[in-house]
């Protein structure tokens, strides 16, 4: 148990390095209790068997504490009997937070684009769903709408710095969410549509679209394109800009003048 080893853990703590302890499986949502409780974990790996614990998962969705999950390796274990049993998508519905990882890649013989794709086989995974796991791992803030409507109203209260849009949205369709968010929105707006016509990428463009993406697209490469644009959109805010003639170096609101330091 975690607890049998707590002077080693304080020791990591007092040096002010994060914890991660692999608890939840066979031992059970106590071993998760004592990794949080009493050795100060800040990650959990595995915990397989925390929804056992409908309070501590309270917690530990709460506190945003990130779940390390190995699907394979929960199978070799027998933590799980088989896959489709796993708690994954539960817990994503849950909203608590769970990455993929590969745990022993000597035991469980396995990679993250292994794990991911297992993930979205097993539990169906929608493109939305692949795509906010993927960046919330990234620790992007998310929100998500299901619909035109919702966007446009999600868009208004959140003010986001990127908006990926899909064309063919119920209710409002893309183009229509893009023409009336466009109007007084800063930020950069990603389209998605699995349509080939021309016509509907000129229209996405010229209604305000930064750029358009054709499905279907690897989440990997849809990640960069959205990087990509939050680059742009950052632009001089965040990328150093030398005025040669003045001796000046610019960083956002920083300015250095080189010449006289």
Not at 78 to 104: I, M, S, W
Not at 167 to 172: A, C, D, Q, S, Y
């Amino acid at each position: 148990p975690a607890k049998n080893h707590l002077q080693a853990f304080y020791h990591v703590l007092n040096n002010n390095q994060n914890v991660t302890i692999h608890a939840g499986e066979g031992f059970g949502p106590e071993s998760i209790h004592q990794a949080l409780h009493r050795c100060g974990a800040n990650r959990i790996g595995h915990g397989t068997r925390l929804e056992e614990d409908p309070e501590l998962m309270n917690y530990v969705a709460d506190h945003r504490i990130p779940l390390e999950v190995c699907l394979s390796s929960n199978l070799q274990s027998c933590v799980v009997e088989e896959l489709a049993r796993h708690p994954f998508r539960y817990y994503l519905r849950k909203g608590l937070r769970v990455t993929l990882n590969t745990d022993n890649t000597l035991f469980a013989r396995t990679s993250p684009t292994r794990e991911l794709r297992l993930a979205v086989d097993t539990f169906d995974l929608t493109l939305l769903e692949t795509l906010e796991y993927n960046l919330t791992r990234q620790e992007y803030e998310v929100h998500k709408a299901m619909d035109g409507h919702t966007a446009l109203e999600v868009a208004r209260q959140t003010h986001p710095d990127l908006v990926v849009l899909d064309l063919m949205l119920p209710g409002v369709n893309g183009l229509d969410v893009c023409r009336q968010v466009r109007d007084r929105y800063p930020g950069a707006i990603l389209m998605l549509t699995a349509s080939q016509s021309e016509a509907d990428h000129v229209a996405g463009l010229e209604l305000g679209a930064d750029d358009f993406v054709i499905k279907p697209i690897e989440p990997r490469v849809l990640l960069a394109r959205i990087r990509s644009l939050l680059r742009r959109l950052d632009g001089g805010r965040t990328s150093p800009k030398r005025d040669e003639r003045a001796g000046i170096l610019n960083l956002g609101p920083l300015e250095v003048d080189i010449a006289s330091r």
